[in-house]
């Protein structure tokens, strides 16, 4: 329990994760209020549209999570989180945890935050959620933050560098996950085992569609896995090396 | 107590620390000492258990950095001041610290006192001098209250009032009956510091002693002679197999005899009726010690080259 402690002082002592979940926040909140705003009777509204800042959220709590790792390999501090917890697999998984418990509870506040804003702006919109797959857009962002955040630390840990860990992080979804599907015949195919489409498949998939080969929480889980293989191969890395 | 045997590691091609094997023994500052490139980082590093040994072994008291309990109650380091978050304030780098040892919160208040850092506990480290950074590091490395200590180069870049601090800070902890390990290349600063000494270049051992053997052993012990009639003593002492030379320093005339004791020098002198007006053994400087046995182990020596030649006659003998 002590390193999950230690973990928490260290992510609340500094200023930079507090900027980034307020930046977080504000931009997932703010692109449904603005959506919210715009829209008129040609644009339809629903639920799904409260939520369409939600990734670029994600994008923005990734790069916070990175940083909590990198960071201290930045300024030395991985060493004296070392010294003081020589098994180093304890003290980033403790890390990890406390990051992406985190991260999954600002992706749960700026899912609720922005579909209850979305509701206010435009009241005569029913953006009430019945559907189990409504629940699922709101409610399993906190999910897929709280994965995304597993996959940035591992990323993090490998890399140990901030730019190189960013950009990777960037890079990854914004670019390669779009640039796959352009690939003639094989490429939508990879695409269904690419793990952030998968994850924004278990958000927005409405029922099973019979060309993806997994249903929501199947994509769920496809993500999760890839998410800690992605740890479980950096904390072998971290453990094997010099430090 | 620190027990390093047949320490070594490789980066590649390259052997940063090679077969080395010493103990450092409690109650006393033991120096580290090396030319810069020695290996003495890498070795700390490696009793800390950040660096992998390619090969052997170092024990805290018996055991393994990485099997002790809590280890910062053991062993307290201050590898490298500038191991601190700068937007984190000081108190809450030192809080987290002693979260990770189930140290009580109150301690951070001592060591910050100790180390007089109180009145800036809640400033970022990032906005330190060197000398204040030092201060929190030293602080970290006393929050377990530690038996055993190490410090690697604790002096670069401080004030004369700072190493003045540091120095007495190490004898303080070691006459407390404290193991003290304090790597160095200054060895001026060695000396004054350290009583025991632990010499090491290019990786690899070259001398375990106290600070005085090393010193009288490297120096090879000469002896200052004044004599009015020193011609003739010159003489007398060459037949007992000593080896003379003029003093090449700037006071009056004398002589440098090597060889003999300042006993058999006095003895023959009476025994042939010649007056001294001088007899007194020199000590070495660590300097010059240093140099003389260390010489060929200088990892980017300046200048063009003798190759690799051990020194033929170690006159501390590696100890192992």
């Given at each position: 329990m002590s390193t999950l402690a230690v973990e928490r002082i260290k992510l609340t002592s500094t200023r930079s994760p507090w900027w980034c979940t307020g930046l977080a926040l504000t931009a997932v909140v703010g692109i449904a209020a603005l959506y919210a705003g715009l829209a008129d009777g040609d644009v339809p509204m629903d639920v799904s549209s409260t939520q369409i800042g939600n990734a670029l959220g994600m994008m923005i709590m990734m790069v916070m999570a990175a940083l909590a790792v990198t960071t201290e390999y930045r300024f030395g501090t991985i060493r004296a989180t070392f010294l003081a917890v020589p098994s180093r697999t304890r003290a980033l998984v403790a890390k990890t945890t406390v990051v992406a418990v985190v991260t999954g509870l600002v992706g749960l506040a700026a899912a609720f935050l922005s579909w209850g804003t979305g509701a206010l702006i435009r009241p005569s919109v029913d953006l009430g959620l019945r559907t189990a797959a409504d629940w699922r857009m709101v409610a399993g962002a906190g999910l897929t933050y709280l994965f995304a955040a597993i996959f940035a630390l591992g990323i993090g840990i490998l890399v140990r560098q901030s730019a190189a860990a960013v950009s990777i992080l960037l890079v990854w979804p914004l670019l390669l996950e779009q640039l796959v599907?352009?690939?003639?015949?094989?490429g939508r195919d990879i695409q269904d085992w690419l793990p952030f489409t998968a994850a924004n498949r278990f958000l927005t998939m409405t029922e099973s569609v019979p060309?993806?080969?997994?249903g929501p929480w199947g994509a769920l889980a496809y993500f999760a896995a890839v998410s800690l293989a992605v740890l479980v191969v950096g904390l072998l890395v971290a453990q094997r090396r010099d430090a | 107590m620190i027990e390093a045997s047949d320490l070594t590691k490789r980066y590649g091609p390259t052997v940063a620390v090679d077969d080395l094997s010493f103990v450092v023994k409690p109650g006393r500052v033991t120096g580290f000492l090396g030319p810069n490139g020695a290996g003495k980082s890498t070795t700390m590093r490696m009793i800390l258990g950040l660096d992998r040994p390619t090969g052997g072994q170092v024990l805290i008291d018996g055991r393994r950095?990485?099997?002790?309990?809590?280890p910062l109650r053991t062993v307290g380091a201050l590898l490298d001041a500038r191991w601190a978050h700068p937007n984190r304030s000081a108190r809450s780098h030192l809080r987290w610290l002693a979260r990770s040892n189930q140290l009580p919160r109150s301690r951070v208040d001592e060591v910050l006192d100790l180390v007089g850092l109180s009145s800036v506990a809640?400033?970022?480290?990032?906005?330190?001098?060197l000398g204040m950074s030092q201060r929190l590091g030293i602080a970290g490395a006393l929050l377990g209250d530690p038996q055993v200590l190490l410090f690697d180069e604790p002096v670069n870049g401080l004030d004369p009032e700072g190493i003045l601090w540091i120095r007495q800070l190490m004898q303080g902890l070691a006459a407390e009956g404290r193991t003290v390990l304090v790597s160095s290349h200054l060895l001026s600063e060695m000396a004054l510091t350290a009583s025991d000494l632990v010499v090491i270049g290019r990786g690899r051992l070259i001398a375990q002693a106290s600070t005085a053997e090393f010193v009288d052993a490297a120096a090879g012990q000469s002896i200052l002679v004044r004599s009015p009639r020193s011609d003739r003593l010159s003489v007398l002492l060459t037949a007992n197999g000593a080896s003379v030379v003029a003093d090449?320093?700037?006071?009056?005339p004398a002589l440098l005899v090597t060889g003999v004791t300042a006993e058999q020098i006095g003895d023959t002198a009476a025994a042939n009726g010649i007056a001294l007006h001088e007899l007194s053994p020199r000590r070495g400087s660590l300097e010059e010690a240093f140099m003389q046995i260390t010489g060929d182990d200088v990892e980017y020596a300046s200048g063009s080259g003798n190759g690799r030649?051990?020194?033929?006659?170690?006159?501390?003998g590696a100890t192992s």
């Amino acid at each position: 329990m002590s390193t999950l402690a230690v973990e928490r002082i260290k992510l609340t002592s500094t200023r930079s994760p507090w900027w980034c979940t307020g930046l977080a926040l504000t931009a997932v909140v703010g692109i449904a209020a603005l959506y919210a705003g715009l829209a008129d009777g040609d644009v339809p509204m629903d639920v799904s549209s409260t939520q369409i800042g939600n990734a670029l959220g994600m994008m923005i709590m990734m790069v916070m999570a990175a940083l909590a790792v990198t960071t201290e390999y930045r300024f030395g501090t991985i060493r004296a989180t070392f010294l003081a917890v020589p098994s180093r697999t304890r003290a980033l998984v403790a890390k990890t945890t406390v990051v992406a418990v985190v991260t999954g509870l600002v992706g749960l506040a700026a899912a609720f935050l922005s579909w209850g804003t979305g509701a206010l702006i435009r009241p005569s919109v029913d953006l009430g959620l019945r559907t189990a797959a409504d629940w699922r857009m709101v409610a399993g962002a906190g999910l897929t933050y709280l994965f995304a955040a597993i996959f940035a630390l591992g990323i993090g840990i490998l890399v140990r560098q901030s730019a190189a860990a960013v950009s990777i992080l960037l890079v990854w979804p914004l670019l390669l996950e779009q640039l796959v599907q352009l690939i003639p015949n094989v490429g939508r195919d990879i695409q269904d085992w690419l793990p952030f489409t998968a994850a924004n498949r278990f958000l927005t998939m409405t029922e099973s569609v019979p060309e993806i080969p997994y249903g929501p929480w199947g994509a769920l889980a496809y993500f999760a896995a890839v998410s800690l293989a992605v740890l479980v191969v950096g904390l072998l890395v971290a453990q094997r090396r010099d430090a | 107590m620190i027990e390093a045997s047949d320490l070594t590691k490789r980066y590649g091609p390259t052997v940063a620390v090679d077969d080395l094997s010493f103990v450092v023994k409690p109650g006393r500052v033991t120096g580290f000492l090396g030319p810069n490139g020695a290996g003495k980082s890498t070795t700390m590093r490696m009793i800390l258990g950040l660096d992998r040994p390619t090969g052997g072994q170092v024990l805290i008291d018996g055991r393994r950095y990485g099997e002790l309990e809590h280890p910062l109650r053991t062993v307290g380091a201050l590898l490298d001041a500038r191991w601190a978050h700068p937007n984190r304030s000081a108190r809450s780098h030192l809080r987290w610290l002693a979260r990770s040892n189930q140290l009580p919160r109150s301690r951070v208040d001592e060591v910050l006192d100790l180390v007089g850092l109180s009145s800036v506990a809640d400033k970022r480290a990032g906005g330190f001098s060197l000398g204040m950074s030092q201060r929190l590091g030293i602080a970290g490395a006393l929050l377990g209250d530690p038996q055993v200590l190490l410090f690697d180069e604790p002096v670069n870049g401080l004030d004369p009032e700072g190493i003045l601090w540091i120095r007495q800070l190490m004898q303080g902890l070691a006459a407390e009956g404290r193991t003290v390990l304090v790597s160095s290349h200054l060895l001026s600063e060695m000396a004054l510091t350290a009583s025991d000494l632990v010499v090491i270049g290019r990786g690899r051992l070259i001398a375990q002693a106290s600070t005085a053997e090393f010193v009288d052993a490297a120096a090879g012990q000469s002896i200052l002679v004044r004599s009015p009639r020193s011609d003739r003593l010159s003489v007398l002492l060459t037949a007992n197999g000593a080896s003379v030379v003029a003093d090449p320093g700037d006071g009056p005339p004398a002589l440098l005899v090597t060889g003999v004791t300042a006993e058999q020098i006095g003895d023959t002198a009476a025994a042939n009726g010649i007056a001294l007006h001088e007899l007194s053994p020199r000590r070495g400087s660590l300097e010059e010690a240093f140099m003389q046995i260390t010489g060929d182990d200088v990892e980017y020596a300046s200048g063009s080259g003798n190759g690799r030649h051990r020194n033929e006659n170690n006159p501390v003998g590696a100890t192992s």
